[in-house]
Protein backbone atom coordinates (compact mmCIF):
# COMPACT_ATOMS: atom_id res chain seq x y z
CA UNK A 1 0.00 0.00 0.00
CA UNK A 2 0.91 3.42 -1.21
CA UNK A 3 1.97 5.66 1.95
CA UNK A 4 -0.30 8.65 0.89
CA UNK A 5 -2.91 5.75 0.74
CA UNK A 6 -2.32 4.50 4.20
CA UNK A 7 -2.42 8.30 5.27
CA UNK A 8 -5.81 8.75 3.61
CA UNK A 9 -7.78 5.51 5.08
CA UNK A 10 -5.81 6.64 8.46
CA UNK A 11 -7.45 10.17 8.71
CA UNK A 12 -10.90 8.21 7.50
CA UNK A 13 -11.03 6.25 10.08
CA UNK A 14 -9.96 8.48 12.80
CA UNK A 15 -12.63 10.53 11.93
CA UNK A 16 -15.32 7.94 11.38
CA UNK A 17 -14.72 6.62 15.01
CA UNK A 18 -14.57 10.06 16.64
CA UNK A 19 -17.48 11.78 14.85
CA UNK A 20 -19.60 8.41 14.76
CA UNK A 21 -19.77 9.13 10.92
CA UNK A 22 -21.83 6.56 8.37
CA UNK A 23 -20.20 7.88 5.22
CA UNK A 24 -19.02 5.02 2.54
CA UNK A 25 -15.07 4.28 2.13
CA UNK A 26 -15.68 0.92 0.06
CA UNK A 27 -17.86 0.46 -2.73
CA UNK A 28 -18.55 -2.49 -5.05
CA UNK A 29 -20.11 -2.10 -8.81
CA UNK A 30 -21.75 -5.09 -10.06
CA UNK A 31 -21.14 -5.58 -13.79
CA UNK A 32 -23.64 -8.13 -14.40
CA UNK A 33 -25.22 -11.40 -12.76
CA UNK A 34 -24.07 -13.08 -15.70
CA UNK A 35 -21.68 -15.86 -14.60
CA UNK A 36 -20.67 -19.40 -16.53
CA UNK A 37 -20.92 -21.66 -13.52
CA UNK A 38 -24.03 -22.34 -11.31
CA UNK A 39 -22.38 -23.08 -8.41
CA UNK A 40 -24.44 -24.70 -5.21
CA UNK A 41 -23.97 -22.18 -2.34
CA UNK A 42 -24.63 -18.63 -5.24
CA UNK A 43 -28.28 -17.13 -5.12
CA UNK A 44 -27.24 -13.80 -7.58
CA UNK A 45 -26.05 -15.47 -10.42
CA UNK A 46 -28.00 -15.52 -13.85
CA UNK A 47 -31.06 -14.19 -12.45
CA UNK A 48 -31.27 -11.38 -15.23
CA UNK A 49 -28.16 -12.05 -17.34
CA UNK A 50 -27.69 -8.42 -18.03
CA UNK A 51 -24.70 -7.15 -18.47
CA UNK A 52 -24.00 -3.14 -17.69
CA UNK A 53 -23.38 -0.87 -20.71
CA UNK A 54 -19.89 0.78 -20.16
CA UNK A 55 -21.49 4.56 -19.43
CA UNK A 56 -24.01 3.03 -17.15
CA UNK A 57 -20.79 1.66 -15.23
CA UNK A 58 -18.76 4.66 -15.42
CA UNK A 59 -21.21 6.57 -13.90
CA UNK A 60 -21.80 4.31 -11.31
CA UNK A 61 -17.77 4.50 -10.40
CA UNK A 62 -18.08 8.53 -10.22
CA UNK A 63 -21.14 8.33 -8.19
CA UNK A 64 -19.41 5.93 -5.76
CA UNK A 65 -15.76 8.16 -6.17
CA UNK A 66 -18.30 11.21 -5.21
CA UNK A 67 -19.80 9.81 -2.27
CA UNK A 68 -15.65 9.37 -1.08
CA UNK A 69 -15.81 5.48 -1.73
CA UNK A 70 -11.68 5.21 -2.91
CA UNK A 71 -11.78 1.26 -1.78
CA UNK A 72 -13.83 -0.37 -5.25
CA UNK A 73 -14.32 -3.75 -5.91
CA UNK A 74 -16.00 -5.08 -9.83
CA UNK A 75 -17.92 -7.89 -9.12
CA UNK A 76 -20.56 -10.37 -10.90
CA UNK A 77 -21.99 -12.89 -11.59
CA UNK A 78 -18.59 -13.42 -13.35
CA UNK A 79 -16.41 -10.04 -13.60
CA UNK A 80 -14.22 -11.70 -16.80
CA UNK A 81 -17.26 -12.00 -18.88
CA UNK A 82 -17.84 -8.30 -18.80
CA UNK A 83 -17.37 -6.24 -22.05
CA UNK A 84 -18.88 -3.44 -23.85
CA UNK A 85 -18.01 -3.13 -27.20
CA UNK A 86 -14.19 -2.72 -27.49
CA UNK A 87 -14.38 -1.94 -23.41
CA UNK A 88 -13.41 -4.92 -21.17
CA UNK A 89 -12.93 -5.52 -17.52
CA UNK A 90 -9.20 -4.13 -17.62
CA UNK A 91 -10.83 -0.96 -18.93
CA UNK A 92 -12.52 -0.44 -16.25
CA UNK A 93 -9.54 -1.33 -13.64
CA UNK A 94 -7.53 1.19 -15.76
CA UNK A 95 -10.51 3.51 -15.37
CA UNK A 96 -10.97 3.24 -12.00
CA UNK A 97 -7.27 4.13 -10.98
CA UNK A 98 -7.31 7.43 -13.33
CA UNK A 99 -10.46 8.36 -11.27
CA UNK A 100 -8.73 8.71 -8.35
CA UNK A 101 -9.58 5.35 -6.75
CA UNK A 102 -6.42 3.97 -4.06
CA UNK A 103 -7.13 0.24 -4.70
CA UNK A 104 -8.96 -1.45 -7.41
CA UNK A 105 -9.96 -4.99 -6.56
CA UNK A 106 -12.00 -8.21 -8.65
CA UNK A 107 -13.78 -11.12 -7.92
CA UNK A 108 -13.70 -13.61 -10.08
CA UNK A 109 -14.46 -17.69 -10.81
CA UNK A 110 -11.32 -17.59 -12.12
CA UNK A 111 -11.92 -19.74 -15.17
CA UNK A 112 -11.19 -17.15 -17.32
CA UNK A 113 -7.23 -16.16 -17.92
CA UNK A 114 -5.88 -13.67 -15.47
CA UNK A 115 -4.16 -11.11 -17.31
CA UNK A 116 -4.83 -8.25 -14.90
CA UNK A 117 -1.54 -6.47 -13.43
CA UNK A 118 -3.42 -3.48 -12.79
CA UNK A 119 -5.74 -5.05 -10.05
CA UNK A 120 -4.68 -4.45 -6.40
CA UNK A 121 -6.06 -7.49 -6.10
CA UNK A 122 -7.78 -10.25 -7.74
CA UNK A 123 -9.88 -12.39 -5.09
CA UNK A 124 -10.17 -15.59 -6.94
CA UNK A 125 -12.99 -18.44 -5.94
CA UNK A 126 -11.36 -21.00 -4.28
CA UNK A 127 -13.81 -23.36 -2.20
CA UNK A 128 -11.93 -26.52 -1.21
CA UNK A 129 -9.60 -29.07 -2.79
CA UNK A 130 -10.84 -30.35 -6.34
CA UNK A 131 -12.71 -33.14 -4.92
CA UNK A 132 -15.19 -30.70 -2.74
CA UNK A 133 -14.35 -27.44 -5.21
CA UNK A 134 -15.39 -29.38 -8.47
CA UNK A 135 -18.48 -30.53 -6.08
CA UNK A 136 -19.98 -27.01 -5.87
CA UNK A 137 -18.41 -25.51 -8.43
CA UNK A 138 -18.19 -28.23 -11.18
CA UNK A 139 -15.21 -29.44 -12.99
CA UNK A 140 -13.02 -26.16 -13.26
CA UNK A 141 -10.40 -26.69 -10.39
CA UNK A 142 -7.78 -27.65 -12.93
CA UNK A 143 -8.68 -24.80 -14.89
CA UNK A 144 -8.05 -22.75 -12.23
CA UNK A 145 -4.70 -23.58 -10.74
CA UNK A 146 -3.53 -23.44 -14.47
CA UNK A 147 -5.11 -19.62 -14.69
CA UNK A 148 -3.47 -18.93 -11.62
CA UNK A 149 0.21 -20.71 -13.19
CA UNK A 150 -0.09 -18.20 -16.35
CA UNK A 151 -1.43 -15.45 -14.52
CA UNK A 152 0.32 -11.63 -15.44
CA UNK A 153 0.68 -11.11 -11.38
CA UNK A 154 1.13 -12.03 -8.49
CA UNK A 155 -1.64 -10.11 -7.23
CA UNK A 156 -4.29 -13.17 -6.52
CA UNK A 157 -5.82 -13.87 -3.36
CA UNK A 158 -7.81 -16.81 -3.06
CA UNK A 159 -11.45 -16.02 -1.65
CA UNK A 160 -13.37 -19.39 -0.16
CA UNK A 161 -16.69 -19.57 1.71
CA UNK A 162 -16.73 -22.08 3.63
CA UNK A 163 -20.30 -24.07 3.89
CA UNK A 164 -21.43 -27.82 4.93
CA UNK A 165 -19.87 -29.03 1.85
CA UNK A 166 -16.57 -28.04 2.21
CA UNK A 167 -16.21 -26.59 5.72
CA UNK A 168 -13.52 -29.89 5.71
CA UNK A 169 -10.94 -28.52 3.28
CA UNK A 170 -10.26 -25.23 5.12
CA UNK A 171 -6.52 -26.36 6.02
CA UNK A 172 -6.15 -27.83 2.65
CA UNK A 173 -6.77 -24.30 0.65
CA UNK A 174 -4.77 -22.60 3.01
CA UNK A 175 -1.42 -24.71 2.37
CA UNK A 176 -2.25 -24.30 -1.57
CA UNK A 177 -2.22 -20.24 -0.57
CA UNK A 178 0.66 -20.98 0.80
CA UNK A 179 2.36 -23.20 -1.70
CA UNK A 180 0.87 -21.87 -5.26
CA UNK A 181 3.23 -19.05 -7.30
CA UNK A 182 1.28 -15.88 -8.07
CA UNK A 183 -1.24 -16.00 -5.06
CA UNK A 184 -0.45 -13.73 -2.47
CA UNK A 185 -2.97 -15.05 0.37
CA UNK A 186 -6.53 -16.46 1.21
CA UNK A 187 -9.76 -14.78 2.61
CA UNK A 188 -12.20 -16.87 4.35
CA UNK A 189 -16.14 -15.84 4.93
CA UNK A 190 -18.93 -17.89 6.58
CA UNK A 191 -21.22 -19.19 4.07
CA UNK A 192 -24.65 -16.35 4.47
CA UNK A 193 -28.11 -18.69 4.27
CA UNK A 194 -29.94 -16.90 1.54
CA UNK A 195 -33.49 -18.53 1.66
CA UNK A 196 -32.70 -21.34 -1.66
CA UNK A 197 -29.01 -22.11 -0.20
CA UNK A 198 -29.78 -22.43 4.25
CA UNK A 199 -29.08 -26.04 4.69
CA UNK A 200 -25.24 -24.85 3.39
CA UNK A 201 -25.27 -22.83 6.70
CA UNK A 202 -22.45 -23.87 9.49
CA UNK A 203 -23.49 -24.08 13.22
CA UNK A 204 -21.82 -22.04 15.70
CA UNK A 205 -19.20 -24.97 16.65
CA UNK A 206 -18.59 -25.53 13.15
CA UNK A 207 -17.77 -21.98 13.04
CA UNK A 208 -15.30 -22.02 15.86
CA UNK A 209 -14.05 -25.49 14.85
CA UNK A 210 -12.91 -23.59 11.45
CA UNK A 211 -11.81 -20.54 13.13
CA UNK A 212 -9.38 -22.95 14.96
CA UNK A 213 -7.90 -24.42 11.85
CA UNK A 214 -7.59 -21.14 10.42
CA UNK A 215 -5.67 -19.93 13.63
CA UNK A 216 -2.98 -22.65 13.46
CA UNK A 217 -2.27 -21.91 9.86
CA UNK A 218 -1.80 -18.39 10.60
CA UNK A 219 0.62 -19.44 13.34
CA UNK A 220 2.53 -21.57 10.64
CA UNK A 221 3.03 -18.64 9.02
CA UNK A 222 0.00 -19.23 5.68
CA UNK A 223 -0.53 -16.02 4.26
CA UNK A 224 -4.57 -15.22 5.41
CA UNK A 225 -6.35 -12.01 4.51
CA UNK A 226 -8.98 -12.11 7.23
CA UNK A 227 -8.50 -10.67 11.16
CA UNK A 228 -8.12 -13.11 14.16
CA UNK A 229 -9.56 -10.84 16.35
CA UNK A 230 -12.83 -10.60 14.67
CA UNK A 231 -13.34 -14.67 14.81
CA UNK A 232 -15.16 -14.66 18.36
CA UNK A 233 -17.66 -12.11 16.65
CA UNK A 234 -18.36 -14.28 13.55
CA UNK A 235 -18.51 -17.52 15.38
CA UNK A 236 -21.41 -15.58 17.40
CA UNK A 237 -22.89 -13.41 14.55
CA UNK A 238 -22.35 -10.81 17.60
CA UNK A 239 -20.96 -7.81 15.06
CA UNK A 240 -23.31 -4.06 14.13
CA UNK A 241 -24.93 -4.92 10.87
CA UNK A 242 -25.14 -3.37 8.40
CA UNK A 243 -21.74 -1.69 7.17
CA UNK A 244 -22.80 1.83 6.38
CA UNK A 245 -19.19 2.26 5.83
CA UNK A 246 -19.47 -0.44 2.44
CA UNK A 247 -22.33 0.47 -0.50
CA UNK A 248 -22.68 -1.66 -3.76
CA UNK A 249 -24.31 -0.52 -6.66
CA UNK A 250 -26.24 -2.48 -9.06
CA UNK A 251 -27.94 -1.39 -12.09
CA UNK A 252 -28.31 2.01 -10.75
CA UNK A 253 -29.19 0.88 -7.21
CA UNK A 254 -27.28 1.70 -3.90
CA UNK A 255 -27.61 -0.53 -1.17
CA UNK A 256 -26.63 -0.41 2.13
CA UNK A 257 -23.24 -3.16 3.32
CA UNK A 258 -24.66 -5.42 0.47
CA UNK A 259 -27.21 -7.01 -1.92
CA UNK A 260 -28.33 -9.03 0.86
CA UNK A 261 -29.78 -6.06 3.18
CA UNK A 262 -33.16 -6.56 1.91
CA UNK A 263 -33.92 -10.07 2.70
CA UNK A 264 -35.33 -10.32 6.38
CA UNK A 265 -33.13 -11.80 9.02
CA UNK A 266 -30.26 -12.43 6.76
CA UNK A 267 -28.36 -9.81 8.50
CA UNK A 268 -28.48 -11.20 11.25
CA UNK A 269 -26.79 -14.27 9.99
CA UNK A 270 -24.29 -12.75 8.07
CA UNK A 271 -21.04 -14.54 7.30
CA UNK A 272 -19.02 -12.04 5.80
CA UNK A 273 -15.44 -11.89 7.73
CA UNK A 274 -15.06 -8.02 5.76
CA UNK A 275 -18.66 -7.03 7.48
CA UNK A 276 -17.76 -7.47 11.04
CA UNK A 277 -13.81 -6.53 10.73
CA UNK A 278 -15.05 -3.54 9.57
CA UNK A 279 -17.91 -2.44 11.40
CA UNK A 280 -15.52 -3.61 14.56
CA UNK A 281 -12.70 -1.42 13.19
CA UNK A 282 -14.99 1.48 12.92
CA UNK A 283 -16.67 1.28 16.26
CA UNK A 284 -13.05 1.72 17.23
CA UNK A 285 -12.36 -1.87 18.55
CA UNK A 286 -8.37 -1.58 19.57
CA UNK A 287 -7.36 -5.32 18.46
CA UNK A 288 -9.31 -4.79 15.32
CA UNK A 289 -7.62 -1.75 14.55
CA UNK A 290 -4.22 -2.92 14.98
CA UNK A 291 -4.69 -6.51 13.49
CA UNK A 292 -5.85 -4.85 10.21
CA UNK A 293 -3.15 -2.31 10.28
CA UNK A 294 -0.80 -5.61 10.21
CA UNK A 295 -2.48 -7.62 7.74
CA UNK A 296 -3.12 -4.74 5.20
CA UNK A 297 0.52 -3.53 5.01
CA UNK A 298 1.20 -6.96 4.43
CA UNK A 299 -1.18 -7.73 1.62
CA UNK A 300 -1.98 -5.00 -0.37
Request: hydrophobic share 40%; proline share 4%.
Amino acid sequence: MKFSSFVRFSAFGIKTILLRQKKPILGTVILTDKCNLKCKHCSVNNITSVVHPYEQIRREMQQLYDMGVRILFFCGGETFLWEDGDKTLRDLVIEAKAMGFLIVNVVTNGTFPLDLPEADLILLSLDGDREHHNIIRGDTYDTIMENIKNAASDNICFYMAINQINKDTVHDVCLTARDTKNVRAVSFNFHTPYPDTKELALSKQEKAACCAVITQMMREGVPVFNLKSAFPYLIENKFPTPCHQCVVMEDGKLSTCGRCIEIPGLCEQCGYFFVAEYTLLFQGNIKIILDMLRTYLKYI
